[in-house]
């Protein structure tokens, strides 16, 4: 993975937002935790939090109402711990407190670039976060604050795909953006073999029937049951949240027929 040169700090003071026309006005951004770890490959690496954020705060900055949903596989990862003798219900649970340390690193990034942000957990737990509320996450959008739901969906057996399905539709948002570290959704992994090939479109029964790695079936089946599109990119191309949420053609997007 190939991380860019980071970005210096910019502020954005609250209250300066520009509106520009959007395709979508509030959307969810789905992150995974090994993006936070950059060359290092596990754990936190502040250049490459850095960077990101500053993405973030541009997209912010045009008026989107951003929210997120942030792995833990950069420091805890449940499935695979439970597959070596963990019982599962503890080692999700784990991976959900996972979520927590890494959303209150993005809230600091975020913070320093002044953009407003909250984290709110699905598990309780009021020094370090705000109980997930739905229409206080909805009150807080409005108002242009960045909303990082932590901690999946508070029970074990879930994904974070599947977190970030559940609160996009709860949260009323008009897309979920997938980000990655390729360019989109290919027929193999494209960082295995040089001849995979990358799809511009897909439906919800393609990514379910091919069973391409773009979210989780239950993730999927529920953005399908509900029309929600899924719109799947790389990350580590500067401008590129900018350009999903203006309806540039960027990645792959995965919708009905």
Do not use: W
């Amino acid at each position: 993975m190939v991380i860019p040169a980071s970005f210096s700090f910019t502020a954005y003071p609250r209250g300066t937002y520009t509106m520009e026309k959007l395709r979508y006005g509030r959307v969810m951004l789905k992150l995974s935790g090994e993006a936070l770890a950059g060359e290092q490959g596990f754990g936190i690496e502040p250049q490459t939090i850095q960077s990101i954020c500053r993405e973030l705060a541009e997209a912010a900055s045009m008026g989107v109402q951003l929210s997120m949903v942030i792995g833990g596989g950069n420091i805890f990862r449940g499935i695979s711990v439970s597959s070596k003798g963990m019982d599962r219900a503890s080692a999700d649970y784990m991976g959900m407190l996972a979520t927590v340390m890494n959303a209150l690193a993005v809230q600091d990034a975020l913070e320093k670039l002044g953009i407003t942000t909250r984290v709110m957990t699905a598990i309780d737990m009021k020094e370090v976060a705000e109980p997930y509320i739905r229409r206080r996450a909805i009150r807080h959008l409005e108002k242009g604050r960045v909303v990082i739901c932590a901690a999946g969906t508070g029970i074990p057996y879930f994904t974070t795909d599947t977190a970030a399905a559940l609160r996009a539709m709860e949260l009323k948002c008009e897309a979920i953006l997938k980000a990655t570290r390729v360019n989109g959704v290919y027929d193999k992994d494209p960082e295995k073999h040089s001849d995979a090939v990358m799809f511009n479109k897909l439906t919800y029964l393609d990514v379910l029937q091919r069973r391409l790695k773009v979210m989780d079936s239950a993730a999927i089946s529920l953005c399908m049951d509900n029309k929600l599109p899924i719109g799947v990119f790389n990350l580590f191309v500067p401008g590129n949240i900018q350009r999903v949420v203006r309806g540039e053609e960027v990645g792959t997007i995965v919708q009905g027929e």
